[in-house]
Structure formats: C-alpha cells, structure tokens
Nanobody, 123 residues
Framework: QVQLVESGGGLVQAGGSLRISCAASRRTFSSYAMGWFRQAPGKEREFVAAISWSGGSTNYADSVKGRFTISRDNAKNTVYLQMNSLNPEDTAVYYC????????????????WGPGPQVTVSS
C-alpha cells in the first residue's frame, strides 16, 4: 500500500493562491493515477482533480476548472495542486489518493488516502 503525506495547507485571503503537495512512500508511485478530493464541514468528500500516471492527462471538477492545476513529479514521488483565485467555498480539508485511472471521480475508486491538510479561505 502506498502511504501518502500531504503538506502546504493554511490560511489565505479570497483571491489568493496556495499550493499543496502530496508525497508518496513508494517508488511505484509513477504507476498510479493520483487524485485530489476535498471535504468541507458538514459536506461529503468531493472530487477535485486527477492526473494520469505519466502526467499527460488531467481531469477537473467543474467547480475548480480554470482555477486549479494538478501536476506531478515522478522523480520526487510527489503530486501537487496549485490553487488560484481561491474563494471561501474552497475552504475544506484536501486529500490525495491513488487510483487506477485519472478518469475516476468517485471516492470508492481511490485508495491509500493521506491525512489531508486544512485549507481555509477568508473573505
């Protein structure tokens, strides 16, 4: 099983930017598609973005398309989520996880969840 550790969360003002990272424990990281989900207080965990094992294909939720960018560096076993034009509705705990395909958007299609950094956007 791949162990994942996220970092880079914090507090940012509306309109600002933040980048969060997810480092994997195994060298086989490059064999997996990776995804980001988020969970706001009182809401279910929702899909945010995913990237193929090579980094050549990506998939985004409509709510973040054009504002967020997912990328990965297989040499560093790390996937990133660059978040721009943040708004208070983006406040959530963000989780990364592994999957068999970047096309997957359902929580049950992902595994090896990291603990998740808190991202808070103030208005």
């Amino acid at each position: 099983q791949v162990q994942l550790v996220e970092s880079g969360g914090g507090l940012v003002q509306a309109g600002g930017s933040l980048r969060i990272s997810c480092a994997a424990s195994r060298r086989t990281f490059s064999s997996y598609a990776m995804g980001w989900f988020r969970q706001a207080p009182g809401k279910e965990r929702e899909f945010v973005a995913a990237i193929s094992w090579s980094g050549g294909s990506t998939n985004y939720a409509d709510s973040v398309k054009g504002r967020f960018t997912i990328s990965r560096d297989n040499a560093k076993n790390t996937v990133y989520l660059q978040m721009n034009s943040l708004n208070p509705e983006d406040t959530a705990v963000y989780y990364c996880a592994v999957s068999g395909s970047y096309r997957n958007t359902r929580e049950r299609q992902y595994d090896s969840w990291g603990p998740g950094p808190q991202v808070t956007v103030s208005s």
